[in-house]
């Protein structure tokens, strides 16, 4: 048994030839992050980041609903420890998210493992989750490292040249690139509603609860979202329960 697994990880690819495929397949991601990283990049430093800090949250967090989020909150002037734990929230599906790639790549060691945990996102799980059988394969972490790696690039340099470009366009069009932060959250929104309307019941219960906490409890913005989005969570658990029982 032992001989068969042997052979089957031997009889991968060069790390060349694993490695372009790799790029192959990151490389939608990359283009499909490039206009949200740019608007992500204008918005950022339409709150009053510095084009460092813009181009740093990206290096760093790599998550772009969360940090289009997080630009939003920063220029409502919400407080830090906010910011923190609504991306938090926002991003706790990551966990998932590991928790599945770890079953996937049980094989790798954890030297591999814990960077390429790092790079995960909607988008480069969906595609990791597309090629299991890479895991299987001898250069495997070479395929996983490699697409992370050109969607990573392709957020990192959006965002630097929407930072960039949000110093040259008139004030007009800059601000108006807030409406990516909506747009974002409905084009992860649209999708699962179409699978399962009780999703879009959450959402819009959510949204009743941020505006009967922002607006007629005078709760600050920043908390507002964090308990909005708790709560819509938990009443999620319960109304897709049936879901994950059946």
């Given at each position: 048994?032992?001989?068969?697994?042997?052979?089957?990880?031997?009889?991968g690819?060069?790390?060349?030839?694993?490695?372009?495929?790799?790029?192959?397949?990151?490389?939608?991601?990359?283009?499909?992050?490039?206009?949200?990283?740019?608007?992500?990049?204008?918005?950022?430093?339409?709150?009053?980041?510095?084009?460092?800090?813009?181009?740093?949250?990206?290096?760093?967090?790599?998550?772009g609903?969360?940090?289009?989020?997080?630009?939003?909150?920063?220029?409502?002037?919400?407080?830090?420890?906010?910011?923190?734990?609504?991306?938090?929230?926002?991003?706790?599906?990551?966990?998932?998210?590991?928790?599945?790639?770890?079953?996937?790549?049980?094989?790798?060691?954890?030297?591999?493992?814990?960077?390429?945990s790092?790079?995960?996102?909607?988008?480069?799980?969906?595609?990791?989750?597309?090629?299991?059988?890479?895991?299987?394969?001898?250069?495997?972490?070479?395929?996983?490292?490699?697409?992370?790696?050109?969607?990573y690039?392709?957020?990192?340099?959006?965002?630097?040249g929407?930072?960039?470009?949000?110093?040259?366009?008139?004030?007009?069009?800059?601000?108006?690139?807030?409406?990516?932060?909506?747009?974002?959250?409905?084009?992860?929104?649209?999708?699962s509603?179409?699978?399962?309307?009780?999703?879009?019941?959450?959402?819009?219960?959510?949204?009743?609860?941020?505006?009967?906490?922002?607006?007629?409890?005078?709760?600050?913005?920043?908390?507002?979202?964090?308990?909005?989005?708790?709560?819509?969570?938990?009443?999620?658990?319960?109304?897709?329960?049936?879901?994950?029982?059946?």
């Amino acid at each position: 048994m032992e001989q068969v697994h042997s052979n089957q990880l031997t009889n991968g690819l060069s790390k060349k030839a694993v490695i372009k495929q790799g790029a192959l397949a990151g490389f939608p991601i990359f283009l499909g992050y490039l206009p949200i990283a740019i608007a992500y990049g204008v918005l950022a430093k339409e709150s009053g980041l510095t084009t460092f800090e813009t181009t740093m949250m990206s290096v760093l967090v790599f998550a772009g609903a969360a940090q289009l989020m997080a630009a939003g909150m920063f220029a409502a002037g919400t407080m830090f420890i906010e910011i923190v734990i609504a991306t938090f929230v926002l991003n706790f599906r990551h966990f998932i998210m590991s928790m599945s790639f770890m079953n996937t790549t049980k094989n790798f060691s954890l030297k591999w493992k814990f960077p390429l945990s790092l790079g995960l996102t909607d988008e480069t799980f969906a595609v990791s989750s597309l090629h299991k059988e890479e895991a299987q394969k001898s250069n495997g972490t070479y395929f996983y490292a490699s697409l992370i790696i050109v969607a990573y690039f392709g957020w990192v340099f959006g965002s630097l040249g929407g930072a960039l470009l949000g110093d040259i366009l008139p004030q007009t069009l800059s601000t108006s690139m807030g409406i990516a932060l909506y747009a974002m959250f409905i084009g992860l929104l649209v999708p699962s509603i179409k699978k399962e309307w009780r999703i879009g019941l959450i959402a819009v219960f959510s949204m009743g609860l941020n505006y009967v906490f922002n607006v007629i409890l005078s709760i600050s913005s920043g908390w507002s979202i964090v308990l909005a989005t708790v709560i819509g969570s938990f009443l999620g658990v319960f109304l897709l329960k049936e879901d994950d029982a059946s």
